[in-house]
C-alpha cells in the first residue's frame, strides 16, 4: 500500500518555467513533510520541508504549498534551471524517525 | 566535518550468498536508519538503530538484520540473497527523534547491490 502517491512521474519544463510535482498522503498521523532531491549515483538530500500546521513555505526559489484538509502538498520550483534536472521525492514523517516516500519525479529542465 | 560514509559503493553477490554493508553516521549523529532504493522507486524504510538496540522495523524479512557499535556507526546484513534484494541500500542518520525538530536525516551515497 503506497502511504505517499506522488505525480507526475516525471516532468519536462523550459529553463525559466515553473516545475510542479504534487504528492498525496492518507495517514492523518503524519507531521513533518520533507522533500527531498536526488543526482544519479548520490543519496537524498533535504530539498525543503514542512509541518501541516503552515500552507506555505519558500526558501529561495522552492516552494512548499500544503493543504491539510486535501492532505496534498505540493512543491514548485520558479525560474527552473538546467541545474534543477534531478529525481525529487516527496516524503511523511511517520511515529518516530521512519519517513515514507513517494515514487519520485524525475525532473528536466531543457535550456 | 564528514556527512554519512557507506562502504562498500558497489558489489556483486549470487543468490543464496550473504552480504554486509557498513555505515558511518554524521558527526554528532546518534541514530541510523537503512533503506532500500530499487530501480526507479524511492526508499523503503528497513529499520532503525539507536543506542544499539532496533527501535522500528519496516516491512522487511528477518533476512535482514542490523547492529549498530557503540561508536554509532552500522551494519546491515542481508542473508539467503534474492534476486530482489538487487537495489540501491542508503544509510542515514539523525539525532533520535529528531528529524524535523532538532535536526534533519542526511542520507549517505549508497551501496549497490547487485544479485546474480
Known amino acids: 500500500q503506497q502511504q505517499v502517491k506522488q505525480s507526475p512521474q516525471s516532468l519536462i519544463v523550459q529553463k525559466g518555467g515553473i516545475s510542479i510535482i504534487n504528492c498525496a498522503y492518507e495517514?492523518?498521523?503524519?507531521?513533518?513533510f520533507p522533500w527531498y532531491q536526488q543526482f544519479p549515483g548520490k543519496g537524498p538530500a533535504l530539498l525543503i520541508a514542512?509541518?501541516?500546521?503552515?500552507s506555505e513555505k519558500k526558501e529561495g526559489r522552492f516552494t512548499i504549498s500544503f493543504n491539510k484538509s486535501a492532505k496534498q502538498f505540493s512543491l514548485h520550483i520558479m525560474d527552473s534551471q538546467p541545474g534543477d534536472s534531478a529525481t525529487y521525492f516527496c516524503a511523511a514523517l511517520e511515529y518516530g524517525n521512519k519517513l515514507v516516500f513517494g515514487a519520485g519525479t524525475i525532473l528536466r529542465v531543457k535550456s | 566535518d564528514a556527512g554519512v560514509t557507506q562502504s562498500p559503493t558497489h558489489l556483486i553477490k549470487t543468490r543464496g550468498q550473504q552480504v554486509t554493508l557498513r555505515c558511518s553516521p554524521k558527526?554528532?549523529?546518534?541514530?541510523v536508519s537503512w533503506y532500500q532504493q530499487a530501480l526507479g522507486q524511492g526508499p523503503q524504510f528497513i529499520f532503525q538503530y539507536y543506542e544499539e538496540e532496533e527501535r522500528q522495523r519496516g516491512n522487511f524479512p528477518d533476512r535482514f538484520s542490523g547492529h549498530q557499535f557503540p561508536n554509532y556507526s552500522s551494519e546491515l546484513n542481508v542473508n539467503a540473497l534474492l534476486l530482489g534484494d538487487s537495489a540501491l541500500y542508503l544509510c542515514?542518520?539523525?539525532?533520535?527523534?529528531?528529524?524535523?525538530?532538532?535536526?534533519?536525516?542526511?542520507f549517505g551515497e549508497g551501496s549497490r547491490l547487485t544479485v546474480l
Open positions: 558527526s554528532g549523529h546518534d541514530t
Open positions: 514542512i509541518r501541516p500546521d503552515v
Open positions: 495517514n492523518t498521523a503524519f507531521d513533518y
Open positions: 542515514a542518520s539523525s539525532l533520535y527523534r529528531g528529524i524535523g525538530l532538532t535536526g534533519e536525516l542526511f
